[in-house]
């Protein structure tokens, strides 16, 4: 955890009250901004809050892809806490998602991820990241089209899940949707990144703070 940090959620104090969507605020229960260590050097992004997630105000937390996110991130030493808690102790890692409100009955729209673009983007410019973990496919081709060289058609999110996709100034190591993911896969994730990123210098980009 950045040494100046005093809070995991919402640390850069983005709108908690944002009213940029029409039927998102109109739907949702509550904003859920990132999570985690600013000075992070992982940054997993989701496609929008699961239910459990919004009952929290937590990205990534909560039973289903919450736990699963988690634990794989437990197993690698990125969380301190039970995959099952509300808030959790993190460290080198910090979650969000594409949308930060949920709509129960449908998926965001592309205006809605447009519209929501902005938080994103703030994210990944003062967190700064060396590697960012896209949890599903629309994630992935959503950040292809700023952060690689590829056509975002070029992806497929089954071809690509615990692979290392060389970006723009850092790496993406894209994850199968964690609400889906099998056990197998889940592994498989969990162990590329150990095997083949945290066992070498991924650092790539030029100028990162000391830690």
Do not use: W
Request: aromatic share 8%; proline share 7%; hydrophobic share 35%.
């Amino acid at each position: 955890m950045d040494a100046n940090q005093t809070e995991f959620a919402n640390p850069f104090g983005m709108d908690p009250d944002c009213e940029n969507c029409d039927e998102l605020c109109a739907a949702r229960d509550r904003v859920v901004h990132g999570y985690g260590d600013v000075g992070a050097e992982f940054l997993v992004v989701g496609e929008r809050p699961t239910a459990a997630a919004e009952r929290n105000g937590i990205p990534f937390t909560g039973e289903g892809a919450g736990v699963r996110v988690q634990s794989i991130f437990a197993e690698l030493g990125f969380v301190r806490s039970e995959p099952d808690a509300t808030e959790p102790d993190v460290q080198n890692v910090f979650f969000t998602n594409l949308t930060r409100c949920r709509h129960p009955d449908r998926d965001p729209t592309d205006e809605e991820i447009a519209t929501c673009e902005p938080f994103l983007n703030a994210e990944i410019r003062m967190i700064n990241p060396q590697i960012i973990v896209p949890a599903g496919e629309r994630v992935l081709r959503e950040l292809a089209v700023a952060y690689t060289t590829r056509s975002p058609d070029s992806f497929d999110i089954e071809a690509e899940h615990a692979t290392t996709i060389r970006g723009r100034g850092f790496e993406l190591v894209p994850m199968r949707d964690p609400a889906t993911m099998t056990d197998a896969e889940a592994d498989a994730f969990r162990d590329h990144l150990r095997e083949n990123v945290l066992s070498r210098d991924y650092r790539q980009t030029k100028g990162r703070r000391s830690r």
